[in-house]
C-alpha cells in the first residue's frame, strides 16, 4: 500500500492561488488523484492523473483553474490551484490506485472505492 503525504494548504483570498504536494512511499501509483470535502457535503473528485502524466481528468467545477501534475523523480503530485473561490474551501485529500481508479472517472466523477491508499488531508479555506 502507498503511503501518502499532503502539504500546501492554507487560508486565501478569493482569486488566490495555492499548491497542494502530494508525496508517495515508496512511489507514486498508477492513478493519482485529488478529492475534498467541505463541511456537511460527499467527498468529491477533483483531478486524476495517471502514471506518466500524460492524461488527466478533472471535474467541470475546476476545470481551466486547477492543474494536477505530478514528478516521478520526487514521487510527488502536485495540485496546482489558481482562481480560488470560497466554493473551493475544503478538506483536499491526495488518492492512488491502480489504472482502473483513473478509468472509472465519468461525467458523474471518479468512483473514490477504487482508489485504496489514502493522505490525511490538507485543510483549503478561500475568503471571499
Known amino acids: 500500500q502507498v503511503q501518502l503525504a499532503e502539504s500546501g494548504g492554507g487560508s486565501v483570498q478569493a482569486g488566490g492561488s495555492l499548491r497542494l504536494s502530494c508525496v508517495a512511499s515508496p512511489v507514486i501509483d498508477s492513478c493519482m488523484g485529488w478529492f475534498r470535502q467541505a463541511p456537511g457535503k460527499q467527498r468529491e473528485g477533483v483531478a486524476a492523473i495517471y502514471a506518466g502524466g500524460a492524461r488527466t481528468r478533472y471535474d467541470g467545477s475546476v476545470q481551466g483553474r486547477f492543474t494536477i501534475s505530478q514528478d516521478n523523480g520526487k514521487n510527488t503530485v502536485y495540485l496546482q490551484m489558481n482562481n480560488l473561490k470560497p466554493e473551493d474551501t475544503a478538506m483536499y485529500y491526495c488518492?492512488?490506485?491502480?489504472?482502473?481508479?483513473?478509468?472509472?472517472?465519468?461525467?458523474?466523477?471518479?468512483?473514490?472505492?477504487?482508489?485504496?491508499?489514502w493522505g490525511q488531508g490538507t485543510q483549503v479555506t478561500v475568503s471571499s
Open positions: 488518492a492512488a490506485g491502480t489504472l482502473w481508479a483513473c478509468n472509472s472517472w465519468s461525467s458523474s466523477g471518479p468512483d473514490s472505492t477504487r482508489f485504496g491508499s
